[in-house]
């Protein structure tokens, strides 16, 4: 699916679709309490889960730095279902919303955080950190993010994959 319209059933009116929201932690706790009735966003423990769930639109995937295997096993589960989905990254004082993933057309979030890594001008000094801290969790460690800020990245979210129920061009992370 790669628009999250919501379409209708044949004399049952409106289909709610739901977002499947797929972390831990302050900012997927704030992703999670949004939604507007039309497209509500429930929070998840695994892509199992995402699995059972009804008329799921697409999922956002809220990971630390560290999420690879995360965003691996949401982007094996969705890409042959072209389910959308939107990575949320939290590391080392950043948050990244995006690209969004709308299969099968092109827009990795792996190239773009190395793209990221060798762009930033602190890349080398991030990842002495790194090597010298250890691998981050895999579970976002989000508890400096500021109550505010986890409200702000949930209304950019919403905003972005509400904004893709006009239309593939809609998104802008994407």
Same mark, same amino acid.
């Given at each position: +699916?790669?628009?999250?319209?919501?379409?209708?059933?044949?004399?049952?009116?409106?289909? /709610?679709?739901?977002?499947?929201?797929?972390?831990?932690? /302050?900012?997927?706790?704030?992703?999670?309490?949004?939604?507007?009735?039309? +497209?509500?966003?429930?929070?998840?423990?695994?892509?199992? @889960? $995402?699995?059972? +769930?009804?008329?799921?639109? &697409? $999922?956002?995937?809220?990971?630390?730095?560290?999420?690879?295997?995360?965003? @691996?096993?949401?982007?094996?589960?969705?890409?042959? /279902?072209?389910?959308?989905?939107?990575?949320?990254?939290?590391?080392?004082?950043? $948050?990244? $919303?995006?690209?969004?993933? /709308?299969?099968?057309?092109?827009?990795?979030?792996?190239?773009?955080?190395?793209?990221?890594?060798?762009?930033?001008?602190? @890349?080398?000094?991030?990842?002495?950190?790194?090597?010298?801290?250890?691998? &981050?969790?895999?579970?976002?460690?989000?508890?400096?993010?500021?109550? +505010?800020?986890?409200?702000?990245? &949930?209304?950019?979210?919403?905003?972005?994959?509400?904004?893709?129920?006009?239309?593939?061009?809609?998104?802008?992370?994407?």
């Amino acid at each position: +699916m790669t628009e999250l319209s919501t379409g209708t059933r044949s004399g049952t009116g409106p289909r /709610r679709v739901g977002v499947a929201v797929l972390g831990a932690g /302050r900012v997927a706790e704030a992703v999670a309490a949004g939604g507007d009735g039309r +497209m509500p966003f429930v929070a998840v423990e695994s892509v199992a @889960a $995402i699995a059972r +769930m009804d008329d799921c639109a &697409a $999922i956002v995937v809220v990971s630390s730095g560290a999420g690879q295997r995360r965003q @691996a096993a949401v982007q094996e589960y969705a890409s042959p /279902r072209r389910l959308s989905w939107l990575p949320v990254r939290v590391d080392s004082g950043w $948050i990244t $919303i995006g690209p969004l993933v /709308r299969p099968p057309r092109p827009g990795c979030p792996v190239c773009v955080q190395r793209r990221q890594a060798r762009n930033r001008r602190d @890349a080398a000094a991030r990842r002495l950190l790194r090597e010298h801290l250890g691998p &981050a969790p895999e579970q976002a460690d989000d508890s400096m993010v500021a109550p +505010m800020l986890a409200a702000a990245v &949930a209304r950019l979210v919403r905003s972005d994959l509400g904004a893709c129920s006009g239309g593939p061009a809609g998104a802008r992370t994407g």
